[in-house]
């Protein structure tokens, strides 16, 4: 459906075309006038103007490594909107960079199913020492050996300065700087993919930064017909919204194309305001399917969301989004308010069993119903949406790093909560989702961070963040945003996972991971989800041909005697996190239990997770997986 006009070119920045010379195209209809400023030398190279408020050159010498500004209307000259590569920051020229050179070797790579997917999100800057993208490749073995599938890369798109989370990025093509060159993303994938790892990046269409944030002097790329939480809203469905969608649909498949990535996170789509009958998430669905078909290999794209809204993931052709997974947020607020008993902020729509049970089973919780932190209804029914559409997590950037002081989980609550946290999570039949480092208990916070080079910039982010912690009740100074010891203290300690519970933390998500994967949880039914309200407890009850598990999930500060009403036959503990070989307090759970006739009682240490299946049904074993 996306209508590819005559005069509207088909790339956008500095393209190499098959003779060797380059096509230089950029969007500036504000502008009469627009020439390529070459900063060696000092050459202006006039561009053509069309109808449609695009600018063109074709430049036929040697170009790979030349850096140009463009001048508008003989006067201001800024960097290319599409750039490539700013190699001196977001206020400096940009970069001719062939991104086509690469020596690729996954020909048979095909993309890792939703299904099958175990995402674990990190930030480039801080999960190693050196905070470049070919630091992460000695460590991709570890991670394929935990048993995730998928590196989800937080945004790497061009921010100010060097330290950030990466949604202040103004250069939706260009790779940060100070993470590597693009040829180093290109490698890592290319590590990954050659390990069984697909990459996915996360990316941000609903604002730009405020730093070195110039699309505005080009052309109506934002509205104030809208506004988030950053500011003016893209122009999605105002006058000439059409070039600016193109802009952003081009972002994102260059990325996809050019450093082969296996899926694309989207931002806050909540934040993308768009009220045309065709909205631009829908077109990028479409585009993005098309380059899935054409490259055959399947690409996913997933929905950061809060709006409990079916819709987006709904086929396009049904009046949906067309996005392959989103989040649930229901999920994380569920289980940490019951982990942890915090009740401030969006917490207090949470904190019963209630909630997490009826998100296990359906995907979230609020479906229409009242919420008291929003104060109105919320969400609709996830009915027709299947397992796979969601990703669920215990913890991931947002969730630790807004907090004041960025403490993660492994600070909130104890060893064994830790172990209750990851099964809650690994074993659902959703696509979990790990954040860096808690597999083995990572204790560093990840706390909120920049260098913005405006000074007043910076002092207006500190204040406006110490205002958003009033609504949680929490008090104190935060860590100085601007600060390099507050980036420094959110680096991770890969040395801890080798060592005492961190070790035996590690091995036990590896220990989920690989019961996941061969029970195919997935692909399981929810025959029952049943709540021990007076204990504090959960037991989920999952089928899938051949096979029968029940998860208990108990949440309570001392041991809890349940009866469970399993169905009838023998049935076997697979997994106990209280066990010893976990460094657990010792499992009370027998070997095997008989369910015949009778309500069978099991008690459960504090703060525990436990997973039995049937090994024989009326006499009969249960056939072997």
């Known amino acids: 459906m996306t ?80 750039s490539r590569y700013q190699p001196d920051g977001v206020h400096g020229s940009s970069q001719v960079i062939d991104v086509a050179a690469f020596d690729w070797h996954d020909s048979g790579w095909k993309g890792i199913a939703l299904e099958d997917t175990v995402l674990y999100e990190l930030h480039v800057g801080t999960f190693t020492p050196e905070g470049r993208l070919s630091a992460i490749v000695s460590h991709l073995d570890e991670l394929a050996d935990l048993g995730v599938t998928t590196i989800e890369l937080m945004p790497v798109a061009q921010f100010p300065g060097t330290r950030n989370w990466g949604y202040d990025g103004v250069f939706p093509f260009a790779l940060q700087n100070s993470y590597g060159t693009p040829r180093d993303l290109q490698a890592f994938v290319a590590a990954a993919h050659a390990r069984g790892l697909a990459v996915a990046l996360d990316v941000v269409y609903n604002h730009l930064g405020p730093e070195g944030n110039y699309l505005g002097e080009y052309g109506p790329y934002f509205t104030s017909f809208y506004r988030t939480p950053w500011g003016s809203a893209l122009n999605f469905d105002g006058p000439q919204s059409d070039e600016v969608r193109h802009f952003f649909i081009q972002s994102a498949l260059y990325w996809l194309k050019n450093y082969h990535l296996d899926a694309l996170r989207l931002d806050a789509i909540h934040s993308i305001y768009d009220a045309s009958a065709f909205p631009f998430l829908g077109e ?85 119903q009242y919420a008291k932190h929003r104060q109105r209804r919320h969400g609709n029914s996830p009915a027709d949406s299947k397992p796979s559409h969601f990703v669920v997590c215990n913890q991931n950037h947002d969730q630790i790093g807004n907090r004041a002081v960025g403490d993660r989980l492994s600070t909130l609550v104890n060893f064994e909560s830790l172990k ?83 070790q035996a933390l590690r091995s036990f998500y590896k220990a989920l991971l690989k019961f996941r994967r061969d029970a195919k949880l997935s692909g399981t039914s929810v025959l029952a989800i049943s709540q ?27 041991a809890s005697t349940l009866s469970l009403d399993l169905p009838a036959g023998v049935w076997e503990a697979k997994i106990d996190s209280a066990a010893e070989v976990w460094q657990g307090p010792g499992s009370s759970l027998p070997a095997r239990l008989d369910s015949y006739g009778s309500k069978v009682q099991v008690s459960v240490p504090a703060h525990s997770l436990a997973v039995l299946e049937r090994i024989e049904s009326r006499g009969q074993l249960a056939p072997k997986q």
Request: charged share 20%.
């Open 532 to 558: 021990f309200d007076l204990e504090n407890a959960l037991m989920a009850m999952y089928e899938s041909p051949g096979r029968l598990l029940a998860m208990i999930f108990n949440f309570h500060s001392h």
């Open 284 to 368: 990028l669905s479409v585009a993005v399917e098309g380059l899935s078909e054409k490259l055959g290999r399947k690409i996913h794209l997933i929905a950061e969301s809060d709006l409990n809204d079916a819709k987006v993931v709904r086929s396009v052709s049904q009046g949906g989004l067309g996005m392959d997974a989103q989040w649930s947020d229901d999920f994380h607020h569920s289980l940490h308010a019951l982990l942890t008993g915090e009740n401030t902020g969006y917490y207090a729509d949470f904190g019963k069993l209630c909630h997490l049970a009826k998100t296990l089973q359906n995907g979230w919780f609020y479906a229409g």
């Open 3 to 82: 209508d590819y006009l005559p005069n509207r070119p088909a790339a956008l920045g500095a393209i190499e075309l098959p003779d060797g010379s380059w096509q230089f195209s950029v969007w500036a209809p504000q502008h009469q006038k627009v020439e390529i400023r070459f900063t060696q030398d000092r050459s202006l190279v006039p561009m053509e103007r069309n109808e449609l408020g695009y600018h063109c050159a074709r430049v036929t010498k040697r170009l790979t490594g030349a850096q140009y500004y463009y001048r508008l209307d003989g006067s201001s000259e800024r960097p290319d909107p599409a």
């Open 420 to 502: 209750l946290a990851a099964g809650a999570t690994l074993l659902s039949r959703f696509v979990p989702l790990l954040f860096m480092g808690e597999e083995y208990g990572e204790p560093a916070p990840f706390q909120y961070f920049t260098s913005h080079g405006n000074l007043a910039l910076a002092e207006a982010v500190s204040k406006g963040r110490q205002e958003e912690f009033v609504a949680f009740g929490w008090s104190g100074k935060i860590p100085d945003p601007q600060s390099a010891a507050t980036f420094e203290a959110s680096k991770l300690h890969h040395q801890l996972a080798s060592s005492e519970q961190h």
